[in-house]
């Protein structure tokens, strides 16, 4: 057999939109587990709301991301680091289903899931980067729906099936299970991933040496910092000595790391080229380059305001959605309007919005899509204007009154039509993010727009609640709507130009 023969004997690689669907269903799942279901197991172990309060902490590397992510761009292939990554966190859930019964669980698990957010992230990070890698721009936007699908599936069974078989079957069996899916998929990922770039070194090179060393002990003593000032601020003394404002009560520390990373980015900005080159003269210049290339371009100040800013109205209604339906006094509906009907239309405008946007090009989709995410703010305005009267009657009211099923299926239709508008600005997000990232620093570049795309959840989710308080649900969405108009007006200032063939963003 002929060496070709042999090449063409192995197991055919995965198509496009199967992959596309597994990777990312692995990485919704760290992150739900991480993110959600450990404060389901944390509350059930007995932990306070104020210990629950410090798994924040679990949101960091998220946030951080964009630091250590030039090296997944310089070492190895995203391939080789997302499958290393999917073996790890499957161990790491597989440690915690041993941990699991015993009585120092909560602590041990806490431990370990810190540093499994930090292998998560990385996980992301290495999926990311394989997608935009392997390829092209107009694949890219046909299979968002695919991304999105799976990432909301994965959430959903981490929330919904694991959670559950936690608090009724036990937790050693729910994150077993965990594990074992982990493991599954990437015993698949391994046989059937398509390759994609090659590795530009070798992955050997990230064996600790003494100067990793030294940044490993930086990072332990940064984290220790970080929580020893999240213990302190739960502490009688701290709450005594700093009076702040309320709004700021609400940030929490991820959210305000995030907020500090916004204001380095914009003294980045205005100071890029001195920077850049003290950076240059301390050696590693892979590295600063990955920060200055995303920075360094034309209309940076447009395209970050954009990236900060579009989401505003969007984030801001999804903060208040559930309160007002509790308020409206339809809560036992809640799970199945939300699961039932706003899972399958975010999915449908995710993979609507990519189809679209591959089929006539960004430029021309921009402005529909964006206008559909806004527009949804005024049904919800419409909605909440008149439904005021059992707003008032059920606000606080243990036994809330009936609205009538006509009033019903017309909060479950502007529902439907708001996941729906939202999943065609993801795809319109997502899209344009991937348009930016140079062919060097993919990885480390998606990582910026998306740490600043998260950004926008902080300062939109703080004002909400104030607003909303202010003004009345009515009100308050009208208001976001006209807060989400600037980032519509910063359209005809960002670089919109179609790549003309793969190459172009590799």
């Known amino acids: 057999m002929t060496t070709t023969e042999k090449k063409n004997s192995g197991p055919k690689p995965a198509g496009a939109a199967i992959w596309a669907f597994t990777t990312y269903f692995c990485e919704g799942l760290p992150y739900s587990i991480i993110r959600t279901v450990s404060t389901v197991f944390f509350r059930d172990n007995g932990v306070s709301l104020e210990g629950i309060g410090l798994t924040s ?14 090296q997944i761009d310089r070492y190895g292939s995203k ?38 957010s930090f292998l998560a992230a990385t996980h992301d990070i290495a999926i990311d980067g394989y997608y935009l890698e392997t390829l092209d721009s107009r ?15 994965a959430m959903m069974a981490g929330a919904g099936v694991i959670a559950t078989i936690g608090t009724t079957k036990g937790w050693p069996m729910a994150f077993g299970g965990s594990a074992l899916i982990l493991a599954l998929f990437s015993t698949y990922h391994l046989r059937y991933l398509p390759q994609g770039e090659t590795a530009r070194l070798p992955l050997t090179l990230l064996l600790p040496k003494p100067t990793t060393g030294r940044l490993l002990r930086l990072a332990c003593a940064a984290a220790l910092a970080v929580i020893a000032v999240r213990l302190y601020d739960q502490t009688i003394l701290a709450q005594g000595l700093v009076l702040l404002p ?38 590693n210049p892979f590295f600063s380059e990955a920060f200055f290339s995303f920075m360094d371009r034309d209309k940076i100040a447009p395209i970050l305001a954009f990236i ?69 703010n005024l049904t919800y305005m419409f909605l909440a204007l008149k439904l005021e009267a059992f707003i008032l009657l059920n606000t606080g009211n243990p036994d809330p009154a009936v609205i009538g099923p006509a009033n019903l299926l017309m909060v479950a239709c502007i529902h439907a039509f708001d ?11 997502m899209i344009f993010l991937m348009r930016l990232c140079q062919p060097r620093f993919k990885a480390a570049h998606y990582a910026i727009g998306t740490g600043l795309m998260s950004f926008s959840g902080l300062y939109a989710g703080v004002l909400s609640g104030f607003l909303a308080a202010w003004a009345g649900y009515g009100y308050f969405f009208g208001i976001s709507f006209l807060l989400s108009l600037p980032a519509m007006g910063l359209i005809l200032f960002i670089p919109l130009a179609e790549p003309q063939h793969k190459e172009a963003l590799r």
């Open 57 to 70: 902490l679990f949101g960091l590397p998220w946030t951080l991301k964009f630091f250590w992510a030039p």
């Open 79 to 116: 391939r080789q680091w997302l499958l290393i990554m999917q073996a790890l966190l499957a161990g790491l859930l597989l440690i915690a289903a041993a941990l699991a019964p015993l009585p120092q669980a909560p602590v041990l698990i806490g431990m370990l899931f810190l540093a499994g």
């Open 139 to 153: 694949e890219q936007a046909r299979f968002i729906g695919y991304r999105v699908m799976a990432y909301r599936i």
């Open 246 to 283: 309320g709004f700021l009560h609400k940030i929490n520390l991820a959210g305000l790391i995030g907020l500090l990373l916004v204001s380095g980015l914009i003294i980045i900005g205005a100071q890029r080229k001195k920077i850049e080159q003290w950076l240059h003269s301390k050696g």
């Open 308 to 376: 900060v800013l579009i989401r505003t109205g969007e984030y801001m209604l999804s903060s208040m959605v559930a309160p007002f339906m509790v308020d409206l006094g339809i809560k036992k509906h809640y799970g199945w309007i939300s699961g039932g009907i706003g899972l399958p239309f975010s999915i449908i405008g995710a993979m609507l919005g990519g189809w679209l946007i591959s089929k006539y090009s960004l430029r021309r989709m921009i402005w529909p899509l964006l206008l559909a995410q806004n527009f949804t």
């Open 419 to 429: 996941q729906l508008a939202g999943g065609l600005g993801t795809a319109v997000l």
